[in-house]
């Protein structure tokens, strides 16, 4: 039988040439049957070590660092560098809350950063929070993932815990990471080191339903290790925790957390759609049917983001390997993943009739992140309306206060501002397309070239007599 460690240098290595594919060749190699064991025994010390410092990492370092001693690792030195002075720019974190948990190493208590691996080679537990985004083709991306294993298996020890939190299709912690953990560590197991799964469930730029407030999924490989797990979670949680009977109802709950909510944002996506070729306002159907006690409360727009626009596809991946199709699953990501191109087509029909020249027309898209109030911008769907803009020789211009232009145009290519200097009476045609408050108390008639130019409400906040069209 060839070995584990062969097997996963086979996927390190990229043999097969599809990177993409590093779960399923690694599944195709090695099959083992997990056994269980008595011989998991609760940490004396704690150290914790969260690898990946972004929206989910950070925020759950802080916490744990009011009670442990907490090394947060990531591999980009210049984000070390930011927390290091007490800036997070997910701003997820206030400056003083950072601060004043910030520690030197030798301190038993207290969080400090490193991009060193030594900096968590003492470290007994050990929390996973890196992106699992999908590549252009929809398919689930576990690279960062797969790497992140690989960098804790050079440092595992026995007695370790690893957890993760990080979005996966049900099955991946056993079946894809915990390989490459045994594979680098040379460790087994349940028998020298143990892992779990918690879903991160943060809400981005959401100042209400913060980490600690929110109830927390927990799972372990053995019954010992998930008890274990779910009390060290309970020592930050004040909503409590709810202990898994597996890791993989933990993962298969994640995704269908995130699946729900966009087929039902999907089904009222289509209503808006149907409704305007109705001439009915769906914002007053939704408002009208949502006076009945059990109607749900979703309202139509773009669905982007690291979770809603990404989830679904982990789960319908894990269901075509099993041999099902996904229909509801997959029908709400077209539609979804269709509503820029449909929103920037409705603007250039309202743009027509009008009378005003389409090519060369000076647009100005209000929002770039992938929600309000939120640096945020990735897997943001306003791309798809700025791009159908383009296509047509539209000249754009997009405003957004809360994105970073740097980091914008890095990954998009597009140039954003941040300001409304030298923006009045300049424009033909205005989107409002991410409802944060600065743009809710401007008088955006002002940005309007003359009384004929349109104004497009995509989240259906602005008086409807202002507008001239609107989901």
Not at 100 to 127: H, M, R
Not at 195 to 206: A, C, F, K, L, Q
Request: hydrophobic letters at 40%.
């Amino acid at each position: 039988m060839i070995s584990k460690l062969f097997a996963y240098r086979l996927c390190k290595n990229n043999i097969f040439g599809l990177a993409s594919n590093y779960e399923m060749i690694i599944k195709m190699l090695y099959k083992q049957v997990i056994p269980t064991s008595n011989t998991f025994k609760e940490p004396i010390d704690i150290s914790i070590a969260v690898i990946g410092l972004g929206y989910v990492g950070l925020p759950l370092a802080v916490e744990f660092a009011k009670k442990y001693k907490v090394i947060g690792f990531d591999k980009k030195q210049n984000r070390v560098q930011e927390l290091l002075q007490g800036i997070d720019k997910t701003l997820e974190v206030n400056s003083e809350s950072l601060t004043q948990v910030i520690t030197p190493f030798e301190q038993p208590s207290g969080l400090s950063f490193s991009s060193d691996l030594s900096a968590i080679a003492k470290c007994n537990i050990y929390i996973v929070c890196v992106p699992t985004p999908t590549d252009q083709h929809n398919r689930p991306d576990l690279g960062l993932l797969i790497n992140a294993s690989e960098v804790i298996g050079g440092v595992l020890k026995s007695g370790d815990v690893v957890i993760y939190e990080s979005t996966v299709f049900p099955g991946a912690t056993e079946e894809i990471c915990v390989p490459v953990l045994e594979a680098a560590s040379q460790l087994k197991l349940n028998n020298e080191f143990f892992v779990g799964y918690s879903p991160e469930r943060i809400n981005p730029g959401d100042k209400v339903h913060t980490l600690t407030n929110i109830l927390k999924v927990t799972s372990g490989s053995t019954p010992e290790a998930a008890n274990f797990i779910d009390k060290l979670y309970l020592s930050i949680i004040t909503a409590g925790t709810h202990k898994a009977p597996s890791i993989k109802v933990a993962e298969a709950c994640k995704v269908i957390e995130n699946s729900q909510r966009d087929i039902n944002i999907a089904f009222v996506n289509e209503l808006a759609k149907i409704f305007s070729l109705l001439n009915i306002d769906t914002q007053a159907v939704l408002e009208a049917a949502g006076t009945k006690w059990n109607f749900l409360n979703f309202k139509p727009g773009l669905v982007g983001g690291h979770c809603t626009g990404v989830d679904p596809y982990y789960l319908a991946q894990r269901a075509q390997e099993a041999g099902y199709h996904p229909e509801i699953i997959l029908a709400g990501r077209r539609l979804n993943d269709g509503m820029g191109t449909y929103v920037a087509l409705e603007v250039i029909k309202l743009m027509v009739k009008k009378d005003i020249a389409v090519k060369n027309a000076d647009v100005l898209v209000l929002g770039f992140t992938f929600k309000e109030n939120c640096p945020d911008v990735r897997n943001t769907r306003v791309i798809d309306i700025v791009k159908v803009f383009d296509e047509f020789d539209v000249k754009f211009k997009v405003l957004d206060p809360w994105a970073e232009p740097a980091q914008v145009m890095l990954e998009y290519g597009i140039e954003t501002v941040k300001n409304v200097d030298d923006l009045h009476g300049k424009f033909d045609a205005i989107v409002l397309a991410v409802a944060h408050d600065q743009f809710i108390t401007l008088d955006l008639a002002t940005f309007k070239k003359s009384a004929n130019s349109v104004l497009y409400d995509i989240k259906g906040v602005l008086d409807k007599s202002a507008v001239d069209g609107r989901l």
